[in-house]
Protein backbone atom coordinates (compact mmCIF):
# COMPACT_ATOMS: atom_id res chain seq x y z
CA UNK A 1 0.00 0.00 0.00
CA UNK A 2 1.56 3.18 -1.16
CA UNK A 3 0.16 6.56 0.09
CA UNK A 4 0.31 9.21 -2.70
CA UNK A 5 0.21 13.38 -2.26
CA UNK A 6 -0.62 15.71 -5.16
CA UNK A 7 -1.66 19.39 -5.28
CA UNK A 8 1.25 21.28 -3.77
CA UNK A 9 3.54 23.64 -5.41
CA UNK A 10 4.33 27.30 -5.33
CA UNK A 11 1.97 30.25 -4.68
CA UNK A 12 2.09 34.26 -3.42
CA UNK A 13 0.51 34.76 0.03
CA UNK A 14 -3.25 34.88 0.46
CA UNK A 15 -3.05 32.34 -2.54
CA UNK A 16 -4.71 28.59 -2.49
CA UNK A 17 -3.76 25.34 -2.87
CA UNK A 18 -5.74 21.83 -2.44
CA UNK A 19 -3.98 18.57 -1.71
CA UNK A 20 -5.35 15.63 -2.65
CA UNK A 21 -4.30 11.81 -0.88
CA UNK A 22 -5.06 8.33 -2.34
CA UNK A 23 -3.72 5.22 -2.17
CA UNK A 24 -2.79 2.55 -4.28
CA UNK A 25 -3.04 -1.17 -3.26
CA UNK A 26 -5.63 -2.72 -0.83
CA UNK A 27 -6.54 -0.91 2.30
CA UNK A 28 -9.11 -1.56 4.74
CA UNK A 29 -10.80 -0.28 7.99
CA UNK A 30 -9.43 3.26 7.29
CA UNK A 31 -10.22 5.14 11.13
CA UNK A 32 -8.60 8.55 11.25
CA UNK A 33 -6.82 10.21 8.40
CA UNK A 34 -4.47 13.11 8.41
CA UNK A 35 -2.43 15.62 7.17
CA UNK A 36 1.12 16.69 8.80
CA UNK A 37 3.78 18.85 7.74
CA UNK A 38 7.23 19.39 8.11
CA UNK A 39 9.13 23.08 7.84
CA UNK A 40 13.10 22.79 7.52
CA UNK A 41 14.43 22.67 10.83
CA UNK A 42 11.64 22.22 12.39
CA UNK A 43 9.34 18.85 13.91
CA UNK A 44 7.03 17.39 12.18
CA UNK A 45 3.41 18.87 13.25
CA UNK A 46 -0.44 17.74 13.11
CA UNK A 47 -2.40 20.07 10.87
CA UNK A 48 -5.50 18.58 10.55
CA UNK A 49 -7.21 15.34 11.10
CA UNK A 50 -10.65 13.50 10.67
CA UNK A 51 -11.97 10.54 11.59
CA UNK A 52 -14.44 8.03 10.04
CA UNK A 53 -17.31 9.64 11.36
CA UNK A 54 -16.36 13.30 10.25
CA UNK A 55 -15.16 14.50 12.92
CA UNK A 56 -12.58 17.02 12.16
CA UNK A 57 -9.34 18.54 14.28
CA UNK A 58 -7.41 21.94 13.27
CA UNK A 59 -3.81 23.18 14.70
CA UNK A 60 -4.65 26.37 16.28
CA UNK A 61 -2.61 28.11 13.34
CA UNK A 62 -4.45 26.62 10.46
CA UNK A 63 -8.54 26.92 11.52
CA UNK A 64 -10.03 29.03 9.51
CA UNK A 65 -8.10 28.96 6.50
CA UNK A 66 -7.82 25.12 5.88
CA UNK A 67 -10.84 22.56 5.62
CA UNK A 68 -9.81 18.86 5.59
CA UNK A 69 -12.81 16.60 4.22
CA UNK A 70 -12.37 13.36 2.98
CA UNK A 71 -14.49 10.47 0.79
CA UNK A 72 -14.93 7.07 2.77
CA UNK A 73 -16.35 5.34 -0.14
CA UNK A 74 -12.82 6.35 -2.41
CA UNK A 75 -10.64 6.40 1.24
CA UNK A 76 -9.31 9.66 -0.36
CA UNK A 77 -8.72 12.62 1.66
CA UNK A 78 -8.11 16.60 0.38
CA UNK A 79 -6.94 19.43 2.16
CA UNK A 80 -7.85 22.65 1.11
CA UNK A 81 -6.07 25.47 2.08
CA UNK A 82 -6.71 29.16 1.51
CA UNK A 83 -5.64 32.14 2.37
CA UNK A 84 -1.81 30.89 2.40
CA UNK A 85 0.91 32.59 4.84
CA UNK A 86 5.14 31.94 4.17
CA UNK A 87 4.91 30.51 7.21
CA UNK A 88 2.73 27.36 5.91
CA UNK A 89 5.91 26.74 3.84
CA UNK A 90 6.46 23.04 4.60
CA UNK A 91 6.41 19.46 3.00
CA UNK A 92 3.14 17.92 3.48
CA UNK A 93 2.21 13.79 4.78
CA UNK A 94 -0.87 12.63 4.47
CA UNK A 95 -0.90 9.70 7.34
CA UNK A 96 -3.66 7.24 7.72
CA UNK A 97 -4.67 4.99 10.57
CA UNK A 98 -5.97 1.41 9.60
CA UNK A 99 -6.94 -1.10 11.80
CA UNK A 100 -3.77 -2.97 11.01
CA UNK A 101 -0.86 -0.50 10.71
CA UNK A 102 -0.74 3.29 10.03
CA UNK A 103 0.44 4.38 6.71
CA UNK A 104 2.57 7.71 6.16
CA UNK A 105 2.59 9.29 2.42
CA UNK A 106 6.34 10.45 0.64
CA UNK A 107 5.17 13.97 1.08
CA UNK A 108 4.13 16.83 -1.26
CA UNK A 109 6.02 20.44 -0.81
CA UNK A 110 4.09 23.76 -0.51
CA UNK A 111 6.33 27.17 -0.59
CA UNK A 112 4.50 30.54 -0.13
CA UNK A 113 6.37 33.33 -0.99
CA UNK A 114 5.96 36.96 0.83
Known amino acids: VQLVESGGGLVQAGGSLRLSCAHS????????MAWYRQAPGKQRELVAS???????NYADSVKGRFTISRNNTKNTMCLQMNSLKPEDTAVYYC?????????WGQGTQVTVSS
Open 95 to 103: FVVTALQPY
Open 25 to 32: GSIFSINT
Open 50 to 56: ITSGGST
